[in-house]
């Protein structure tokens, strides 16, 4: 789950950098334009103009469940939203690779 707000994050981060001027004064107003208030995690990094593979979009897309709902909630709001969920044992390896992978795309510091 917190390797998923990071890339969620992460990107945000990036695309608020890239909003118009007029798009920034609704920020500062309060007002958050579309592309940011989703947690579509594939989505976002899409939007970032990062190429990714189909195991990196396996991985951002069950990711993106763990964010929205399955990280906190013993169900979501929504039957439709249910799946079932496989936890490869090789994900913690994958996320450390995506996040790596992101942090340069996006231009982030070392941690």
Known sequence: MLAGFAIENLCKG????G??????????AGILPESLKDHDLLSLVEQTGM????TEKYLLKRMTDVVIWR??????????????????GSDIGQ???????LRRHVGAKDS
């Open 14 to 17: 990036y695309l608020a950098g």
């Open 19 to 28: 909003l118009s001027p007029e798009q920034q004064k609704k920020v500062q």
């Open 51 to 54: 190429t990714v593979s189909d």
């Open 71 to 88: 990280g906190r909630y013993p169900s979501p709001t929504s039957h439709k939203k249910t799946s079932p969920f496989t936890h490869i």
């Open 95 to 101: 996320i450390k690779t995506l996040l790596q992978k």
